[in-house]
T-cell receptor
C-alpha cells in the first residue's frame, strides 16, 4: 500500500520559534490533510489541501500541497506552549469505488520549551 | 459543526469476550465511516471503510470475522471486537464524512484493554 514519510519524527524547540515539518509519498494523492493529536484523543483537522500547488493558512499555520501531488509541508510560526502535540499528515486518494480511507504519516512530536 | 462521538471512551474486558464500540455523527449524516487503529506512539492505520447500508470493506490483514462492522444508519456505525485477546488492546478511532470529497472528522477514540 501507499506509505507516507513524515519528518522530522520529533522537534524540541523554544517558544516563539517557527516550526516546519513535511511529508512525502511514493505515489500521488488527491487531498493532503494535516491533523493534530493530543494524548488520548482523536486527531483534529488543522488544514485541508485539495489542489496541487495550493497554499493555505489557518492562523499561525500554513500548509502547501506540492505540485507533484506527492508531498506537503506544514509550518507553524511563532510557536506557543499549546502547540505541543503530535502532528500527522494524511493523504487521501479517490478511487473509482468512492471514498477511500486516509493514509497517515508516522507523526511529528512537537515539544516546546518555555 | 461536524462532531463525531464514540462510546465508550475506554473499556476493559476479559480475554475471550466481545466488545462493541459505537461511532456517531452528531450533526451531520455520514454516508461513509472509517475505523482506524492506533498503537501507542504509532500512527493511525485504516482498518475498514463502512458505507451506510452495505458491507464494510476491510483493509488487507484485517480479519473481518474478528472486527465486525455495522453501519445501519447515516449517523451510527459500530465496531465489535469478537473474542478479544490481549493483542487487540489498542486505541480505536472512527471518522465520518458526509459524502465523497468531504472532509473526514474524527471521533475522540476508544481505548480498549483486554486482560
Amino acid at each position: 500500500g501507499q506509505q507516507l514519510n513524515q519528518s522530522p519524527q520529533s522537534m524540541f524547540i523554544q517558544e516563539g520559534e517557527d516550526v516546519s515539518m513535511n511529508c512525502t509519498s511514493s505515489s500521488i494523492f488527491n487531498t493532503w490533510l494535516w491533523y493534530k493529536q493530543e494524548p488520548g484523543e482523536g486527531p483534529v483537522l488543522l488544514i485541508a489541501l485539495y489542489k496541487a500547488g495550493e497554499l493555505t493558512s489557518n492562523g499561525r499555520l500554513t500548509a502547501q500541497f506540492g505540485i507533484t501531488r506527492k508531498d506537503s509541508f506544514l509550518n507553524i510560526s511563532a510557536s506557543i506552549p499549546s502547540d505541543v502535540g503530535i502532528y500527522f499528515c494524511a493523504g487521501e486518494l479517490y478511487s473509482g469505488g468512492g471514498a477511500d480511507g486516509l493514509t497517515f504519516g508516522k507523526g511529528t512530536h512537537l515539544i516546546i520549551q518555555p | 459543526g461536524a462532531v463525531v462521538s464514540q462510546h465508550p471512551s475506554r473499556v476493559i474486558c476479559k480475554s475471550g469476550t466481545s466488545v462493541k464500540i459505537e461511532c456517531r455523527s452528531l450533526d451531520f449524516q455520514a454516508t461513509t465511516m472509517f475505523w482506524y487503529r492506533q498503537f501507542p506512539k504509532k500512527s493511525l492505520m485504516l482498518m475498514a471503510t463502512s458505507n451506510e447500508g452495505s458491507k464494510a470493506t476491510y483493509e488487507q490483514g484485517v480479519e473481518k470475522d474478528k472486527f465486525l462492522i455495522n453501519h445501519a444508519s447515516l449517523t451510527l456505525s459500530t465496531l465489535t471486537v469478537t473474542s478479544a485477546h490481549p493483542e487487540d488492546s489498542s486505541f480505536y478511532i472512527c471518522s465520518a464524512r458526509e459524502g465523497a470529497g468531504e472532509t473526514q472528522y474524527f471521533g475522540p477514540g476508544t481505548r480498549l484493554l483486554v486482560l
